[in-house]
């Protein structure tokens, strides 16, 4: 299987201020139909998750354009431009490239 | 708006079986992949298996493989996950998930199975 690597797997950030998490694969995510299948998602304290990002960089509806997606190949970050009290919580990664879909550990996010 | 409504959790003695089900509306169910995927006390995210839009196509974690069962009706609107064989390391929220653009983007609230004696 395909292990997602993330760091930091805590993150204490202060209000306004930016964010980043790592999120690294053991495997290219490259399929081959040249897409790359690497999402993100946000789970708040007591709520089901929710996908931010998908195929690396696309935000999903609804999602504040202070989320952003990069990365290729193996190497992948989520950034949040400037830290607002809403975006406490774990957030994961996950690839849905090769079959068997992988998350990783999950990366907690808290206020300073 | 889409919605997922997962029901039949519950607590199950080891061995025990379970059938959970989860009813979407809001979309046209028969276009869409759909998956289950797990969540353990405290831990992160586990993906359990997805199925295709005809159910021709299906697959699963090493770690339920052979005990659960995906399938879907789409008269009903309606996917299912049948779990036998049942062990403590089984006990999670289970959330049910539309796929789109190749992975979990709608989820349900999720329904609890613990399996304990």
């Known amino acids: 299987d395909v292990v997602m690597t993330q760091s930091p797997l805590s993150l204490p950030v202060t209000l306004g201020q930016p964010a980043s998490i790592s999120c690294r694969s053991s495997q290219s995510l490259v399929y081959s139909d040249g897409n790359t299948y690497l999402n993100w998602f946000q789970q708040r304290p007591g709520q089901s998750p929710r996908r931010l990002i998908y195929?690396?960089?696309n935000r999903d509806s609804g999602v504040p354009d202070r989320f952003s997606g990069s990365g290729s190949g193996t190497d992948f970050t989520l950034k949040i431009s400037r830290v607002e009290a809403e975006d406490v919580g774990v957030y994961y990664c996950?690839?849905?490239?090769?079959?068997?879909?992988?998350f990783g550990q999950g990366t907690k996010v808290e206020i300073k | 708006q889409v919605q997922l409504v997962e029901s039949g959790g519950g607590l199950v003695k080891p061995g025990g079986s379970l059938r959970l089900s989860c009813a979407a509306s809001g979309f046209t169910f028969s276009d869409y992949y759909m998956s289950w995927i797990r969540q353990a006390p405290g831990k992160g995210l586990e993906w359990v298996s997805y199925?295709?839009?005809?159910?021709?196509?299906?697959y699963y974690a090493d770690s339920v493989k052979g005990r659960f069962t995906i399938s879907r009706d789409n008269a009903k609107n309606s996917l299912y996950l049948q779990m036998n064989s049942l062990r403590a390391e089984d006990t999670a929220v289970y959330y049910c998930?539309?796929?789109?653009?190749?992975?979990?983007?709608?989820w349900g609230q999720g329904t609890t199975v613990t399996v304990s004696s």
């Open positions: 998930a539309r796929v789109n653009y190749g992975s979990p983007n709608d």
């Open positions: 199925i295709s839009s005809s159910g021709s196509t299906i």
């Open positions: 996950m690839q849905g490239t090769h079959w068997r879909w992988t």
């Open positions: 195929k690396v960089s």
